[in-house]
């Protein structure tokens, strides 16, 4: 089992960039694949991006180009370099954890985009 705490949301202006972080406990986060998520207010929670143990990433349509997933494994850490936000960026942003079919979430940081 893995616990995970995100940080570093906050409130930016349009344009702006943030980097959000998603620390895991225990010794085989190595192992797991980590993706972040997002719920806006009034929607359903929807992906983002992830990274695969190998280091691949994957991201949606709505972030491509704009938003970077990267970890440290010697960490035990995962991030999301997000740029040249927007209003619809604005969700409470969630790590998540997923070994063999089992998924594991953090708590949630809230991303607020607005001037």
């Known amino acids: 089992q893995v616990q995970l705490v995100e940080s570093g949301g906050g409130l930016v202006q349009p344009g702006g960039s943030l980097r959000l972080s998603c620390v895991g406990s225990g010794s085989s986060f190595r192992m797991y694949t980590m993706g972040w998520y997002r719920q806006a207010p009034g929607k359903q929670r929807e992906y983002v991006a992830h990274?695969?143990?190998?280091?691949?990433?994957y991201y949606a349509d709505s972030v491509e180009g704009r938003f970077t997933i990267s970890r440290d494994n010697a960490k035990n850490t995962v991030y999301l370099q997000m740029n040249n936000l927007n209003s619809e960026d604005t969700a409470v942003y969630y790590c998540?954890?997923?070994?063999?079919?089992?998924?594991?979430w953090g708590q949630g940081t809230q991303v607020t985009v607005s001037s």
């Open positions: 990274i695969t143990r190998g280091g691949s990433t």
């Open positions: 998540k954890a997923e070994l063999y079919g089992t998924n594991y």
